[in-house]
């Protein structure tokens, strides 16, 4: 069975844009998870999708978003980056809400 | 506020020694915890978990201890090898007394291995 997949694993940008990761789950997997990880914080909780609706958010500002389609790839989107955005990007699939999450490679995002 | 603190951000040991990893968590209540290992440029892996109703956990070189009374955990990691140099998560699953549904993550502590 494959795993968790992100594209793209590298990522830079300049202050100012928008950027877009995408997240593909291990098949059969409804629940997405995302993560941002920096050195100073280590893995902060973004966002929860299930089925298609949001469940649960961290606590991050507006900018962040996310979106999960029917076949339980989700995106999530960053708009107006700013230096602090440059951190890991994390997505985790699991089977169902409150389930063992299985983490895929990560987004690197540099934000310049 | 934090519920589970790693309070060490670094590690370093030498190769064949035992590493130590701490963890303190802040509900008696939670019942469930979890050790995460990362290496860069790459997702965390699920390394070993601890029920509160053992005091250890033991997985070839990997060993959890909990200490109740002291909302405590520890991995232990003998010998310490090169490919051990890493992140270390301790965690909360989501259930029980982690009304989130979500992990709690600590905020990690990178083990060096020194040869």
């Known amino acids: 069975k494959a795993g968790v997949t992100q594209t793209p694993r590298y990522l830079i940008k300049t202050r100012g844009q928008q950027v877009t990761l995408s997240c593909s789950p291990i098949?059969?997997?409804?629940?997405v998870s995302w993560y941002q990880q920096t050195p100073g914080q280590g893995l902060q909780f973004l966002f929860e999708y299930f089925s298609e609706t949001q469940r649960n958010k961290g606590n991050f500002p507006g900018r962040f978003s996310g979106r999960q389609f029917s076949n339980s790839r989700s995106e999530m989107n960053v708009s107006t980056l700013e230096l602090g955005d440059s951190a890991l990007y994390l997505c985790?699939?699991?089977?169902?809400?409150?389930?063992?999450?299985?983490f895929g490679p990560g987004t690197r995002l540099t934000v310049l | 506020d934090q519920q589970v603190k790693q309070n060490s951000p670094s590690l370093s040991v030498q190769e064949g020694r035992i590493s130590i990893l701490n963890c303190d968590y802040t509900?008696?209540?939670?019942?469930?915890f979890l050790w995460y290992k990362k290496y860069p440029a790459e997702g965390p892996t699920f390394l070993i978990s601890i029920s509160s109703i053992k005091d250890k956990n033991e997985d070839g070189r990997f060993t959890v201890f909990l200490n109740k009374s002291a909302k405590h955990l520890s991995l232990h990691i003998v010998p310490s090898q090169p490919g051990d140099s890493a992140v270390y998560f301790c965690?909360?699953?989501?259930?029980?007394?982690?009304?989130?549904?979500?992990?709690?993550f600590g905020k990690g502590t990178r083990l060096h291995i020194l040869p």
């Open positions: 509900n008696s209540m939670f019942d469930y």
């Open positions: 965690a909360l699953p989501p259930r029980g007394a982690n009304r989130d549904d979500k992990i709690i």
């Open positions: 985790a699939s699991s089977p169902q809400l409150a389930a063992e999450q299985f």
């Open positions: 098949s059969g997997h409804r629940s």
